[in-house]
């Protein structure tokens, strides 16, 4: 009674002998939970009243576990084997999960010590293709309800970088020396690429969300060649993926299990029957992007041409902005039937723009698993049909007025506007 020391004992012959793991001069409060990795046996964890502690020498030394974690009474511990996650509760702070502690594992068996190596990617725990509901309940929940913090979706992958500490956290801008993170399928073919915008030195977590590389959409510009971010596309199939890392002149790669969510019945079957209109979908907005990048680069070329304007004599200027804003009120109204408005305030969408169409196809693909119903047929037949009508607009638009505005800008002796050529449909 009144002994808040911690005891934690160790045997290792059966009993004839005993080890004291844990003291006083380890934590300061009596101890409450206790669990030992039975895949790597240096790793341990403790609870306590006042917290979690850890140790990754066999109990050697312990350290107080503080990042996100309360300092609140450590009930219980208890291993999740297939996801390989570390369950936590405590007395009236709630349950806590440590997702994938292969990292922890890692650091045992290197005693401690940081890798020696630049990149050092640890195995994932398998990735789910899920079906996600809102839960019924409050929408915007606000101060009124509790929510816990869901981990977020597809495949978290776990990679130890080294990085520069004085410079801190690098944001990419050496794309040589950057990560890249390479997603490959059963048949080595390269399916994605994502390159994280920043990373730290340690351990670090990315997520891929289980989909190949999409197009990129009419409302994204195109980048310029020091943004090479590539954007996602439709979701991939169950069954087994390569996560290839480069870094600093440095390969690393793990498989990825990539599993069917058990509550839909055929759920790959499925998948591969909508991947003939998720195909037809993608070369849609690949379409309908080279349009809005066509109407892009004439706004770009008119911007240049009202600058060269600025020079002349008030006479000429006068004549030719007029003609200018002619050209570019027919290109701004062409760009608002294919993206929504940008200067409209608060939320606007129009559902005739060609996005829209476009976005509302997606969203049902989204929503639900399997071969694409009436519904996706008839949106499709209507956002093609939209495209092409767009085309021939542009191409209608720009052939009626473009050579003469050009004309007229070479006789003020500004040669910036290109000869007019059809967008082929």
Same mark, same amino acid.
């Given at each position: ?5 911690? @005891? %934690?004992?160790?045997?290792?012959? &059966? ?5 004291? %793991?844990?003291?006083?001069?380890? *934590? ?6 206790? &669990? ?6 240096? %790793? ?17 030394? &312990? ?10 009474? =450590? *009930? ?9 996650d570390l369950v936590i509760g405590t007395f009236g702070r709630a349950a806590w999960v440590f997702d994938q502690i292969a990292y922890l594992r890692f650091l045992a068996r290197n005693k401690g010590r940081e890798p020696s190596a630049a990149l050092a990617v640890m ?7 899920? +079906? ?15 929510? #816990? ?9 776990? /990679? ?41 030195? #340690?351990?670090?977590?990315?997520? &891929? ?10 409302? =994204? ?25 480069? @870094? ?9 299990? !990539?599993? /069917?969510?058990?509550?839909? +019945? ?18 849609? !907005? ?76 997606? +969203? ?18 209507? /956002? ?32 910036? %506007? ?8």
């Open positions: 009674q009144n002994d808040w020391k911690p @005891y %934690l004992y160790q045997t290792d012959n &059966w009993g004839k002998k005993w080890k004291r %793991l844990i003291d006083e001069q380890d *934590m300061d409060s009596y101890l409450l939970s206790f &669990w030992q990795d039975a895949k790597e046996p240096r %790793l341990m964890f403790a609870g306590s009243e006042t917290g979690l502690y850890y140790s990754l020498n066999s109990g050697k030394k &312990w350290q107080k576990w503080t990042e996100g974690f309360p300092s609140a009474p =450590t *009930m219980d511990i208890a291993w999740q084997e297939e996801e390989d195995p994932p725990s398998p990735a789910w293709i899920a +079906a996600y509901a809102q839960p019924p309940s409050t929408r915007f929940i606000a101060e009124a309800e509790f929510e #816990g913090q869901n981990r977020p979706r597809g495949a978290m992958l776990t /990679a130890w970088l080294t990085v520069n500490k004085s410079k801190g956290s690098v944001t990419g801008k050496k794309k040589k020396n950057g990560l890249t993170i390479e997603i490959l399928d059963e048949n080595h073919n390269l399916i994605r690429t994502l390159k994280p915008k920043k990373i730290k030195h #340690g351990f670090n977590r990315f997520y &891929w969300n289980l989909d190949r590389r999409g197009p990129r959409w009419p409302q =994204t510009p195109e980048p310029k060649k020091n943004q090479d971010m590539e954007p996602g596309g439709g979701p991939v199939s169950p069954g087994s993926y390569t996560a290839r890392f480069r @870094y600093q002149g440095v390969t690393d790669s793990v498989r990825v299990e !990539v599993r /069917a969510d058990p509550r839909i +019945a055929d759920l790959g079957k499925k998948l591969a029957a909508s991947e003939d209109i998720r195909q037809k979908l993608d070369k849609l !907005v690949e379409k309908s992007t080279r349009l809005a990048d066509a109407v892009r680069k004439r706004q770009g070329e008119l911007e240049l041409a009202e600058k060269a304007i600025e020079v002349l004599k008030p006479q000429q200027a006068d004549s030719l902005k007029k003609k200018t804003a002619a050209v570019r009120d027919s290109l701004k109204a062409l760009m608002h039937k294919i993206v929504n408005r940008s200067d409209k305030q608060g939320i606007y969408r129009d559902p005739e723009v060609l996005t829209a169409r476009l976005g509302k196809i997606s +969203a049902y693909l989204r929503m639900s698993f399997g071969a694409a119903r009436e519904t996706v047929l008839l949106l499709m037949q209507q /956002a093609a049909q939209k495209t092409d009508t767009l085309y021939n607009t542009y191409n209608r638009t720009l052939k009626k007025i473009w050579p003469g505005y050009r004309r007229d800008l070479e006789e003020a002796d500004i040669k910036i %506007l290109p000869v007019f050529k059809t967008l082929e449909n």
